[in-house]
C-alpha cells in the first residue's frame, strides 16, 4: 500500500501547473492538481475577460461532475438550458452532459475555479 501511494504526484509547483490561453477569447484554463490517471478529481482555475463567452456543446466526458466556486467577478452560467447568475463566494454543483455556456457580460474579468469528479 505505501508503495503505491508513493508513486502518486502529491505536489505541482505553481510554476509547473499546466496554463492555456485561448487564442480568441484570451480565456486561461490552469490545471492546479497534480496530474495522475488513477485519481477521479482535479482543480481548475479559470480566467474569463470581460465581454466574452465560451460555449461547449456536449461534456468532454458524459456525467461528469463540477463544482464551480466563483473567487472574483461574476459570471452568468448555462447548463443544458437552465441560467445561473454567480457572484463572488458562489458556489454551484452540476452533473454535466450536454451543452454549457459560461458568460462574462461583466467590465471586469472573472476567475473561478472548477473542481472536476470524474465518474
Request: with cysteine; charged share 25%; glycine share 6%.
Amino acid at each position: 500500500m505505501a508503495e503505491a501511494e508513493a508513486a502518486l504526484s502529491t505536489l505541482v509547483r505553481a510554476k509547473e501547473q499546466l496554463k492555456w490561453k485561448d487564442p480568441e477569447t484570451g480565456y486561461i484554463r490552469r490545471v492546479v492538481s497534480p496530474p495522475h490517471e488513477r485519481l477521479k478529481g482535479e482543480l481548475v482555475e479559470i480566467e474569463l475577460p470581460a465581454g466574452k463567452i465560451v460555449s461547449y456543446p456536449v461534456s468532454p466526458v458524459p456525467r461528469l461532475e463540477h463544482h464551480l466556486w466563483m473567487l472574483d467577478g461574476a459570471l452568468t452560467l448555462e447548463i443544458e438550458g437552465s441560467k445561473f447568475q454567480l457572484q463572488k463566494g458562489d458556489c454551484i454543483r452540476y452533473v454535466l452532459s450536454g451543452p454549457s455556456r459560461f458568460v462574462n457580460a461583466s467590465k471586469h474579468g472573472a476567475r473561478y475555479v472548477i473542481a472536476l469528479i470524474h465518474p
